[in-house]
């Protein structure tokens, strides 16, 4: 069965660090991959995507995530975290036969300190 | 140009009651779909529908009824409610290939007691 696993249930970084989420995923072939991010009380947001091509995707907000097929993993990063970064971030996948169904990991909270 | 709406945005019922959660969507997307969300679980599909008239089940889909009578709305019904329903509902629709990318609402907020 297809899967999608967040490993970090909850992360703390300072403002200005780097921040590195990430996603594993279980899927025989090359899923459509995606990162969205949920802020208090709010819907989610499409932070970036990957379908094809390039490995290494540029999203809004200044995320970036890679793909890895070796390593079945699609990890979200940003160089230095702003306050406003605080939210709950998660990754998805569809399979292309699935009617766009997303498959949902279970979230990572990020937590920014000053 | 709203997106996806959702009405209400916050409800309480009582063990047994029904209700109806109503999604709309104004960019004519074929696809639209219906999520719980609950602590620790990220978002689980209840039902969707890939086009007007048609719906199909989801991962959880015991305990809710959908219709999509109009394309623009996707309608999620509780026939008798339990407290195990209680979560937050998000509706998102979707226009399919070739990027499958969901638009979702600001979610309803269901408690029940």
């Known amino acids: 069965a297809q899967s999608v696993t967040q490993p970090d249930i909850h992360i703390t970084v300072s403002e200005g660090a780097s921040l590195e989420l990430r996603c594993n995923y279980s899927?025989?072939?090359?899923?459509?991959l995606f990162w969205y991010v949920q802020s208090p009380g709010q819907g989610l947001q499409l932070l970036l995507k990957?379908?094809?091509?390039?490995?290494l995707v540029q999203g809004i907000k200044g995320f970036e995530a890679e793909f890895k097929r070796s390593q079945s993993s699609f990890n979200l990063r940003k160089p230095s975290v702003h306050w406003s970064d605080a939210a709950e971030y998660f990754c998805?996948?569809?399979?292309?036969?699935?009617?766009?169904?997303?498959?949902f990991g279970a979230g990572t909270q990020v937590v920014v300190t000053p | 140009n709203a997106g996806v709406t959702q009405t209400p945005k916050f409800r309480v019922l009582k063990t047994g009651q029904s209700m109806t959660l109503l999604c709309a969507q104004d960019?004519?997307?074929?696809?639209m779909y219906w999520y719980r969300q609950d602590p620790g679980m990220g978002l689980r599909l209840i039902h969707y529908s890939v086009g007007e008239g048609t719906t199909a089940k989801g991962e959880v889909p015991d305990g809710y009824n959908v219709s999509r009578l109009k394309k623009q709305n996707f309608l999620l019904g509780l026939e008798s409610a339990a407290p195990s329903q209680t979560s937050v509902y998000f509706c998102?629709?979707?226009?399919?290939?070739?990027?499958?990318?969901?638009?979702f609402g600001p979610g309803t907020r269901l408690t029940v007691t």
């Open positions: 960019m004519n997307h074929e696809y």
């Open positions: 998805a996948v569809v399979r292309g036969d699935s009617w766009g169904k997303l498959q």
């Open positions: 899927y025989g072939a090359t899923p459509y």
């Open positions: 990957y379908f094809s091509g390039d490995t």
């Open positions: 998102a629709s979707s226009s399919g290939t070739p990027s499958y990318e969901q638009y």
